[in-house]
């Protein structure tokens, strides 16, 4: 059974930052694509950042570009989200991601393209 868990949410000021981490269990991580998304209240859900299997390709958000930055590190099974300059209209539910087989980075950003989910963790960027 896969398991996503996210970790790392929080209360912070504008301009102030955060890291997400999402810990992976149930199949070999590094053959997948991860992908993080975020939902803010009475928002759709929307798409944050995917990184390749290999760590070598991402894809972000023209929300987050320069400010935020995915990474993973396949030995510990985690994904991770460095989240830099953050505003008020940052604040949401993260979400890590994972899709059920192979996912090109480019079509990481449809989130019916992903079969796992964490469980999601709140972060909240005070003004």
């Known amino acids: 059974q896969v398991q996503l868990v996210e970790s790392g949410g929080g209360l912070v000021q504008a301009g102030g930052s955060l890291r997400l981490s999402c810990a992976a269990s149930?199949?070999?991580?590094?053959?997948?694509?991860m992908g993080w998304f975020r939902q803010a209240p009475g928002k759709e859900r929307e798409f944050v950042a995917g990184?390749?299997?290999?760590?070598?390709?991402?894809k972000y958000a023209d929300s987050v570009k320069g400010r935020f930055t995915i990474s993973r590190d396949n030995a510990k099974n985690t994904v991770y989200l460095q989240m830099n300059s953050l505003k008020p209209e940052d604040t949401a539910v993260y979400y890590c991601a994972s899709p059920n087989g192979p996912l090109a980075v480019a079509r990481s950003t449809y989130a019916n393209s992903y079969a796992y989910w964490g469980q999601g963790t709140q972060v909240t960027v005070s003004s």
């Open positions: 149930g199949r070999t991580f590094s053959r997948y694509t």
């Open positions: 990184i390749g299997s290999s760590g070598v390709v991402t």
